[in-house]
């Protein structure tokens, strides 16, 4: 079994996963940041550390029906075989796997940056740190030319290759003759089938992701062609180009070359979140709701559109294991009756309710220290989260 990559729709369907029957969920997150685990020794250090960690986790669990438990035991002895047998590290700078006490979820996701070791037992799967993650890969680069085409994924500090198409083009030469209007229109065919490749693979893979732009990297004379291939989606979503050698540039370079536009259009998206909040909050035609109360109403209504975070935000609560309802306090869930759990943070919960709405989720980070106006911080007067409503 491979791992697989973070994307909104494996977040959703995670986020939507709530074993029935006293069922729980192990989530175990192993860090494997190669600037602290970068030899084969120090990562299966950190692999144990964490098991470890998901040992005690289950020898220490409270509630657990004996078959729940011997349920996650299997679970955990599964994670146990993939990390150490099966699990390809090669770029990855983390890995976050999900199973259930009923042996129907496992799922393992590779991270493009770590999110720190935690392994914890619940309801449902702990999606909250790829939240954020995903949260802030929100731009994707397509390099194509003729034969080679490159997807990248990322953000303003970060890029990464997700996948590379290479097909059999052949080469253009004047062969002269009748022949020659044949050849040529032969080889623009096999060129476009090739660009139609790469942007089909563009909307299967990220089509229905939140992306805050795309960038395009191509010779002139492809360009276009790239551009008219893409989805309605993809096409509304593109913000310029980028000028790099569409076979040879490394990740590096593509952010080298575009980074300043990532951050740029990511940090305009994050004011106008904020603008949006602000305006909805001040009677504007779009409806907003702040601080923690209010939004987990909005959340039990299915209004959300876009959730707003500050990076490191918490909040206790409590959340209705039958219905999901979300609310700060209260014995008993308001909607059916259902004893309700206490939790000591209700943001991840808000976070997975979020992403079953299809609701666009954004963590906001501080920029305190190139002396911008700090994002994250502008929501501290709202404890840390607010929301865009749909109505």
Excluded at 180 to 195: F, G, I, K, T
Excluded at 310 to 336: M, N
Aim: glycine share 10%.
């Amino acid at each position: 079994m491979q791992a697989n990559e973070v994307t909104t729709e494996r977040l959703r369907r995670l986020a939507e996963t709530h074993p029935g029957g006293g069922g729980k969920v192990l989530s175990v997150y192993v860090d494997l940041d190669p600037s602290e685990f970068a030899t084969g020794p120090a990562r299966a250090t950190a692999i144990t550390s964490v098991l470890d960690e998901a040992e005690r986790e289950l020898r220490s669990a409270a509630g657990l029906e004996h078959s729940a438990r011997e349920g996650l035991r299997s679970g955990l002895d599964r994670v146990r075989q993939f990390l150490e047998q099966e699990f390809d590290a090669k770029g990855a700078h983390g890995v976050a796997l999900f199973c259930d006490s009923g042996e129907d979820l496992f799922e393992a996701l590779k991270l493009p940056v770590g999110v720190g070791h935690r392994a914890v037992i619940d309801d449902s799967p702990y999606v909250e740190p790829l939240a954020g993650l995903d949260a802030d890969a929100r731009f994707l680069v397509i390099l194509c030319n003729r034969r080679v085409g490159r997807l990248l994924l990322g953000s303003g500090k970060r890029l990464r290759e997700v996948a590379r198409i290479e097909s059999n083009v052949h080469g253009q030469h004047r062969q002269g003759g009748l022949s020659q209007p044949r050849y040529e229109r032969s080889v623009d065919n096999e060129a476009l089938h090739h660009v139609r490749r790469v942007a089909e693979l563009a909307q299967r893979r990220f089509g229905r992701r939140a992306l805050d732009g795309v960038l395009l990297g191509a010779p002139q004379e492809t360009l276009g062609v790239l551009k008219d291939e893409l989805s309605h989606g993809l096409r509304e979503r593109v913000i310029g180009k980028v000028d790099v050698d569409v076979e040879t540039a490394s990740s590096a370079d593509v952010l080298a070359a575009a980074g300043d536009e990532l951050e740029r259009v990511r940090r305009e998206r994050e004011d106008e979140a904020l603008d949006r909040l602000r305006e909805g909050l001040s009677g504007g035609p779009r409806p907003a709701a702040a601080r923690i109360t209010d939004v987990l109403v909005a959340l039990n209504q299915r209004r959300v559109e876009t959730l707003i975070l500050a990076a490191g935000a918490a909040h206790s609560g409590c959340e209705c294991p039958q219905c999901g309802w979300l609310g700060v306090a209260g014995d008993a869930c308001p909607a059916d009756g259902t004893p309700t759990i206490a939790r000591d943070d209700v943001i991840p919960s808000a976070i997975q309710r979020a992403l079953m709405q299809s609701a666009d989720v954004r963590v906001l980070q501080r920029r305190e220290a190139d002396g911008e106006p700090a994002q994250a911080g502008q929501l501290d007067m709202y404890g840390g989260i607010g929301a865009v409503l749909r109505f």
